[in-house]
């Protein structure tokens, strides 16, 4: 397939374009400073983009199958960037009649008091840490949800996330927002392996998705 990765410079984004590449697709990874990406490939194609500019978009986005999203921040005030950018995402995907997206986001980004998640995500890190990157990812899940049923959209709800190596251990998936029973930490590899191998899945299409391993 024809991929485009968003974030490839970052932990995440990385892994996932060489997950792509060693999977034999070709990949144009869009980023803003293309010096910080080093993945050299013959099927890779490395772009400089403007997420704040639809039209530029557009044009990248030509010809290719289907768009994964690593997007992140590291800011904790103002945050946009993940509603902002997945409306003009989608804006360039339907210019170019491309169905499928993958994003992260995050567990527990919803509050839900009749299934709350892990004690320490509901009652230290989103309050007192999280709260206006979370409640950014709800306004980016609920553009996809409510108006975007013409995408074959999945998001991608992982725990903590570490730059340990994968552990080649099954990923657990539930249609909430955590997994019951999994740990709160997985590998960014392991979630970069898994949103690549649903790109051609059906089972997860329009939903949003926790995952997490014992």
């Not at 892994?15 to 792509?20: F, H, M, P, R, S």
């Not at 772009?47 to 990248?60: A, E, I, R, Y």
């Not at 992140?72 to 169905?99: D, F, Q």
């Amino acid at each position: 397939m024809k991929l485009v990765v968003l974030g490839a410079t970052g932990n995440t984004g990385k892994l996932l374009v060489k997950e792509a590449l060693d999977d034999g697709h070709q990949v144009l990874a869009i980023v803003r400073t293309p010096s910080k990406l080093e993945i050299q490939h013959e099927n890779l194609r490395v772009s400089q983009g403007d997420l704040s500019c639809s039209s530029d978009l557009s044009k990248q986005f030509q010809g290719y199958d289907a768009v994964l999203s690593c997007i992140g921040t590291t800011t904790r005030s103002n945050v946009t960037i993940y509603s902002e950018s997945m409306k003009l995402i989608v804006e360039g995907m339907r210019a170019n009649g491309i169905k499928r997206v993958i994003c992260m986001s995050s567990w527990c980004v919803k509050d839900n008091r009749a299934d709350p998640g892990p004690w320490f995500i509901e009652w230290i890190l989103k309050p007192l840490f999280l709260r206006r990157v979370y409640v950014n990812m709800v306004e980016m899940e609920d553009f996809l949800t409510d108006e975007c049923q013409d995408i074959n959209f999945t998001i991608v709800r992982p725990p903590g996330l570490t730059n340990k190596q994968s552990n080649g251990k099954d990923v657990m998936t539930e249609d909430r927002m955590f997994v019951n029973g999994a740990k709160g930490m997985i590998s960014r590899a392991d979630v970069a392996k898994f949103m690549l191998s649903i790109v051609n899945s059906e089972e997860f299409y329009k939903k949003g998705i926790a995952i997490g391993q014992k």
